[in-house]
């Protein structure tokens, strides 16, 4: 059985967090089953691309202290009719998720699928 390479950073973190991330890795591999999985400990991120370039990450999980963002790059221009998205930058948003009903969220699979459809992936 091969080593989960995301183990190093998330063993950094509470089991609660550590549980949300598990959680968000499956609902993203569902969704965007044609993504790469890359581990950047120094950002403390798992990022998913379409490609081999940074430019190509479609989303990326990143742990915080007490929750896990839910972080789409291109998050400016996703519809988000239920204002689930948050942040102030030039392009990237992400969703707050504190706990299992944030990730089994039908808003928050919806931009997941709506992210995988504008990066050709559905």
Do not use: C
Not at 2 to 28: W, Y
Not at 87 to 103: A, C, F, N, S
């Amino acid at each position: 059985m091969t080593a989960d390479p995301a183990e190093p950073l998330l063993k950094k973190l509470s089991p609660e967090v550590r549980f949300l991330a598990q959680q968000l890795r499956a609902k993203v591999k569902d969704v965007m089953p044609g993504t790469t999985e890359k581990v950047h400990l120094g950002w403390g991120a798992i990022h998913y691309s379409a490609g081999g370039k940074m430019r190509d990450v479609v989303v990326a999980v990143h742990p915080q202290r007490a929750y896990v963002n839910l972080e789409f790059g291109d998050g400016v221009d996703l519809p988000d009719p239920a204002h689930r998205l948050e942040g102030t930058g030039k392009r990237l948003r992400h969703v707050k998720i504190r706990g299992t009903p944030d990730v089994k969220d039908p808003d928050v699979r919806r931009l997941l699928e709506e992210q995988a459809r504008r990066r050709g992936l559905l």
